[in-house]
C-alpha cells in the first residue's frame, strides 16, 4: 500500500492525452523524413547535357554524391533494414528493461543518425545513417501503440489508434513539402538538421521524466535471480569464494542474460504463431500491404500510362493523403461506434475491403480519368478503413506482455513479405503482359485474398486478452499508467 500511495503522490508528468499528442507528433516526424528523403527538393537529381553541349548541374543527395539510380533507390528503403532488424529485439528487451526508456533510447538513435545523414560524405556513410534511423524507429512503433491502447478511455480505443496512424500518410505528405522547400530554399542537409532538432525534445523527455510501465511488464525473473546468487554468495564471509563467486558472476552474466532473453523471445514467438487470429490477422495485412506499396510505387507510373495524365505523382499522392487521413479516422471512430471487439475489427475489415477492392477494379476499367478518380477515390477511402482495425486485433488478441512483439513482428511480416517484394514482382508481371490497365486489374484483385482471409477470422475463437494478467508478477498486481487512465477503472 505504501508503495501505491507513492506512487500516486509522484505521478507521471503524462496525462493520457498528452502521450497521444507526443507520439503522433513522434510518428509525424518519422514520417516526414520519409517524405522529405523522397521529395525533389532532398533527393534531387544527376546532373544533364543536352546534345548541343548545354549543362544542368545536379542538386540534392544524388547530384551532391553523384549516385546512379540503384543507389539513390537504397537510400530510400535502407532504413528499413535496421527497422526490421531491431523491431524484434527492442520488443524482446521490453520485457527486461523499462519499455518507455527504450522509445528515448530508440528515439536519442533516430536524432543523431538524422543528424549524421546531414553531415555525410558518401554515399556509404549516408546510407549507414539511414539504417541507423530504422534502427531508432523501430523503438518507437513496437512500444508506442501499446502505450496508446493502455491509456486511451475505453469507447474511444481505437479512435486513438486511428489518430495515430492518421499521422503516417499525413507526415509523409508533409515530407514532400517541406523537403521541397527547405531543399529548393536551402540546403537538402538542413532538411535532416532541423529534423534533428524537432526531435531533440522528445528523447530528452524518455529519460528526464517519469516512466511509464507498460500493463503486464514487471522486473524480469532473471535479475531477481541474479542479486538473489550475487546475496547468497556475499553472506558466505568467504573472501577467496565471494571474490571467485564475483568473478564467475562477471564472466557468466553477459552470457546468461542473451541466452536468457534469446529463449524468452524463442517462447514468445511460439505463443504468437500458434495464436490462429494473430495469424490470421497478419496474413491479411499482408497480402492488404502488397498492394498498397505496389500502388504507391507504380501507381504514378500505371496512371500516366493509363489515362496520360501530365500530373500523375500529384493526382495519386493528393487521393492518397486525404483518403488516407479521412479513412483511417473513419475506420477507428466507426469500430469504436459498433462496439471495439476483435470479431467486429474483422467484419470491419474484411468488408471494408471487398467493396474498397470493388471500387478499385472498377477504377481501372473506366475509360474516361473523371470516371477513375471518382471511383478510385471511394476505392481508397474504404481500404484505409482498415489501418485502426488491424492494429487492434494484433494488441487485443495476444497477452499485454505480448503486444509489443506481436506489433513488431506484424511490422517486420507486412514489409518483408508484402510491399517489399510487392513492387519488383509486379515490374515482372508488367514487362510480361506489357498492359498497365491488366497489370493494375491484376493486383487490385489481390485486396480480395486479403477481404477473404480477414472475413475467416470472423468464425475463429477469438478472446479480448487485455486484461489477462498471468504473465505478470507473482502478486497479480499491475500498476496503471496514468491517471486518467479508464482501463483502471474497468478492470476494478
Not at 507528433?25 to 523524413?33: A, C, E, G, K, Q
Not at 523491431?87 to 549524421?116: D, E, Y
Not at 486511428?162 to 505528405?173: E, K, Q
Not at 474516361?368 to 481500404?383: A, D, K, R, T, W
Amino acid at each position: 500500500m505504501a508503495s501505491e500511495s507513492g506512487h500516486s503522490s509522484n505521478p507521471s508528468w503524462f496525462t493520457p492525452k498528452r502521450l497521444l499528442i507526443i507520439f503522433c507528433i513522434i510518428n509525424m516526424l518519422n514520417y516526414v523524413d520519409r517524405g522529405a528523403i523522397a521529395s525533389n527538393g532532398v533527393n534531387g537529381s544527376l546532373a544533364t547535357c543536352t546534345d548541343s553541349g548545354i549543362c544542368t548541374g545536379g542538386g540534392g543527395i544524388q547530384g551532391d554524391f553523384d549516385l546512379s539510380n540503384f543507389q539513390d533507390g537504397v537510400l530510400s528503403s535502407a532504413f528499413m533494414v535496421g527497422l526490421l532488424i531491431a523491431s524484434p529485439i527492442f520488443a524482446s528487451l521490453a520485457k527486461s528493461h523499462n519499455p518507455f526508456r527504450l522509445i528515448g533510447v530508440g528515439l536519442s538513435v533516430w536524432t543523431i543518425a538524422i543528424a549524421g545523414c546531414g553531415s555525410s560524405f558518401d554515399f556509404w556513410s549516408i546510407a549507414i545513417c539511414r539504417m541507423l534511423v530504422g534502427v531508432g524507429e523501430a523503438s518507437f512503433i513496437s512500444l508506442a501503440a501499446p502505450f496508446i491502447d493502455d491509456n486511451a478511455p475505453v469507447a474511444q480505443k481505437t479512435a486513438w489508434l486511428a489518430t495515430f496512424y492518421m499521422c503516417i500518410p499525413a507526415g509523409t505528405a508533409l515530407g514532400y513539402v517541406y523537403g521541397g522547400f527547405v531543399g529548393s530554399q536551402f540546403n537538402w542537409r538542413v532538411a535532416f538538421w532541423v529534423e534533428a532538432i524537432l526531435m531533440l525534445p522528445f528523447p530528452i523527455l524518455g529519460f528526464v521524466i517519469k516512466p511509464l510501465q507498460l500493463k503486464g511488464f514487471t522486473p524480469s525473473d532473471f535479475e531477481q535471480t541474479l542479486t538473489s546468487t550475487e546475496t547468497n554468495v556475499s553472506e558466505t564471509g568467504d573472501d577467496d569464494m565471494l571474490a571467485e563467486g564475483q568473478a564467475l558472476t562477471r564472466r557468466s552474466k553477459s552470457v546468461s542474460k542473451l541466452w536468457n532473453q534469446f529463449t524468452r523471445f524463442s517462447k514468445d514467438m511460439q505463443e504468437l504463431l500458434h495464436d490462429q487470429v494473430y495469424v490470421i490477422n497478419v496474413l491479411g495485412y499482408i497480402l492488404y500491404n502488397f498492394v498498397i506499396g505496389a500502388y504507391s510505387y507504380w501507381g504514378p507510373k500505371a496512371g500516366y500510362s493509363i489515362y496520360h495524365m501530365s500530373n500523375a505523382d500529384l493526382l495519386f499522392g493528393g487521393i492518397t493523403i486525404v483518403c488516407g487521413i479521412l479513412g483511417t479516422l473513419a475506420g477507428g471512430l466507426f469500430l469504436d461506434r459498433i462496439s471495439s471487439t476483435i470479431t467486429n475489427a474483422f467484419k470491419l475489415l474484411s468488408v471494408a475491403t471487398f467493396l474498397g477492392a470493388i471500387f478499385c477494379l472498377v477504377a481501372f476499367l473506366f475509360r474516361s480519368l473523371s470516371g477513375f478518380i471518382v471511383f478510385f477515390s471511394m476505392g481508397e477511402l474504404l481500404i484505409f478503413v482498415t489501418q485502426a482495425p488491424v492494429n487492434y486485433v494484433s494488441l487485443r488478441c495476444v497477452k499485454p506482455n505480448l503486444r509489443p512483439l506481436s506489433m513488431a513482428i506484424s511490422t517486420v511480416s507486412i514489409h518483408i513479405f508484402g510491399d517489399v517484394p510487392s513492387s519488383p514482382l509486379v515490374g515482372v508481371l508488367q514487362d510480361h503482359i506489357n498492359d498497365w490497365r491488366k497489370t493494375a486489374l491484376c493486383l487490385t484483385s489481390v485486396f480480395f485474398l486479403a477481404a477473404g482471409i480477414w472475413f475467416i477470422g470472423i468464425f475463429l475463437k477469438s478472446v479480448d486478452r487485455n486484461n489477462d494478467q498471468s504473465a505478470t508478477s507473482r502478486t497479480g498486481k499491475t500498476k496503471p499508467l496514468l491517471e486518467g487512465s479508464s482501463d483502471v477503472s474497468n478492470e476494478a
